[in-house]
């Protein structure tokens, strides 16, 4: 049975769609943020659900159990119910699953509902499949929208739905695709039934508009260290090597302009360390009377958490800091609340505190320093003119700057490959260590959980500016001044 996410996917890659009928066990783990993709559509779509209050749920536990409610779905369409949710269509092997189905003045509105900003092609092509499949099944006559996050939404005193959400009719645009689904879906059936895996090449298909569940399997014949080993050159890029036969990364030095991208390469084929002892010189400045060791928790959620916020607006939760004293480390914690039923004091003591300490204290973060300077100009507004005396670094820079290159760090040169890299004698507890601070991170924040959660945020934060403090010295120590 084809179903809508098996049509986007046979969209994406016939392969993918072969793959997942006949070998499923190829597949890749599935990541967090995937989860987490999954999770917010389920919210979203319940949410939508509010526009269009007391309707009935159709809602199986998987595609199998809508073949049984199929003549359910008839006695709704019979009786005209006002509105449906999660209604199945069934057509041949095709099953189209409507958000939301609506009867009024003697028409049918199917709404499809995403989690994103804005609508693409792909969610046409989503939407576009559901109509085909309404339409063989019968129904008429039927509008369709695409119900999605407004962009221009912000937060008042009560989350208003009917603001949250934009209603986009999408009519013109399927009657044009229309056309082109019976040829699509006899390709996806053929593929289907076929004996073999049909032949196509890995390329930037296998990551839009989704990253592919097989490219681990599909991948596996490019050996390391390859291509995919560094950053700085585009997936385009990367593919086309790859169709030119320089999958490996000896092949493509000698192709390469970039110096930066040439020390990563030369640091992985050589297994060392390069420094640029110069240019670190020159980021790390004159020595500071004191660091301030710094992480800032944030989110980025599809449903603002405080008001004047818009959907996904990136919002600071807490930050933590560290200060080396003489015979001790001081940590202190502050929640950044712009919420007015909670204070703002403490992030404000924070910036009161850095401000005064400007000219001899020197703020150390990791990868976060695109967060902190907004947050600076937000509280400070009425000392804008001084926050450019405010002295920040951002190590993660040092490594996109390749002034600090080493085999085993990451493409993303994320915090937890540099901590491994610099505490190689402590991978179990770095591993433990992490786990705590990725499920913080991770976690959807609710500020009526705050209690409860205050702690684990309080530990990671501290765990991460300790780890943040022995890069800081190591690398300070590694420099030839
Ligand atoms: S990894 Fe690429 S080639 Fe392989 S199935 Fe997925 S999209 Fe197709």
Not at 98 to 111: S, Y
Not at 258 to 286: K, P, V, Y
Not at 318 to 338: G, W
Not at 355 to 367: N, V, Y
Request: aromatic share 12%.
């Amino acid at each position: 049975m084809i179903s809508k996410s098996l049509f986007i996917r046979g969209l994406q890659c016939l392969k993918s769609l072969y793959l997942h009928k006949n070998r499923p066990y190829l597949r890749d783990p599935i990541s967090k943020s995937t989860l987490a993709k999954f999770r917010r559509g389920h919210e979203i779509g319940k949410l939508a659900q509010e526009l269009f209050p007391d309707g009935i749920q159709l809602a199986r536990p998987g595609p199998k159990s809508y073949l049984k409610s199929a003549s359910l779905v008839s006695a709704h369409i019979a009786q005209q119910t006002p509105v449906l949710y999660e209604v199945p269509f069934i057509h041949e092997d095709f099953l189209a699953i409507m958000d939301i189905l609506t009867f009024q003045n003697g028409t049918w509105n199917a709404f499809e509902v995403k989690s994103s900003l804005s609508i693409s092609d792909t969610y046409l092509w989503d939407i576009c499949f559901q109509a085909y499949v309404i339409q063989a099944y019968g129904l008429s006559p039927v509008t369709f929208s695409i119900i999605h996050i407004n962009p221009e939404y912000v937060l008042q005193d009560r989350f208003n739905p009917a603001a949250f959400f934009n209603i986009v009719p999408v009519e013109k645009e399927i009657y044009q695709m229309l056309p082109e689904i019976p040829a699509k879906l006899i390709a996806m059936r053929d593929t289907l039934n076929a004996t073999t895996s049909p032949e196509i090449s890995v390329g930037t298909h296998c990551h839009y508009p989704y990253p592919c569940d097989f490219t681990g399997h599909c991948h596996k014949h490019i050996k390391e260290p390859s291509i995919f080993s560094i950053s700085g050159i585009t997936l385009e890029e990367k593919y086309q090597f790859i169709e030119e036969g320089k999958s490996q990364l000896r092949d493509v030095a000698e192709h390469l302009q970039n110096t930066q991208i040439i020390n990563r390469i030369h640091s992985i084929l050589s297994n060392q360390t390069i420094i640029q002892n110069r240019e670190m010189i020159e980021f790390f400045g004159n020595p500071p009377d004191q660091v301030c060791f710094i992480k800032i928790f944030h989110q980025s959620p599809a449903i603002p958490l405080h008001r004047n916020k818009k959907p996904f607006e990136l919002t600071p939760i807490m930050i933590s800091t560290a200060e080396n004293q003489i015979h001790e480390t001081v940590f202190n914690e502050y929640l950044i609340e712009v919420d007015e039923r909670i204070s703002s004091k403490t992030f404000h003591d924070f910036l009161s505190k850095m401000f005064s300490q400007r000219h001899k204290t020197k703020i150390c973060c990791f990868g976060e320093k695109h967060i902190l300077i907004p947050l600076f100009h937000f509280y400070m507004r009425e000392n804008e003119s001084f926050i450019h005396e405010i002295n920040i670094i951002d190590l993660q820079e040092i490594f996109e700057l390749a002034y600090y290159c080493a085999p085993d760090i990451d493409t993303e040169y994320s915090f937890q490959s540099v901590v491994r890299h610099f505490n190689s004698d402590k991978a179990q507890i770095i591993h433990k260590d992490f786990e705590l601070i990725n499920k913080v991170s991770d976690d959807p924040f609710k500020y009526s959980d705050i209690d409860g959660l205050k702690d684990s945020y309080i530990q990671s934060g501290r765990i991460w500016c300790l780890y943040l403090s022995g890069i800081y010295k190591n690398i300070l120590q590694l420099i030839d001044t």
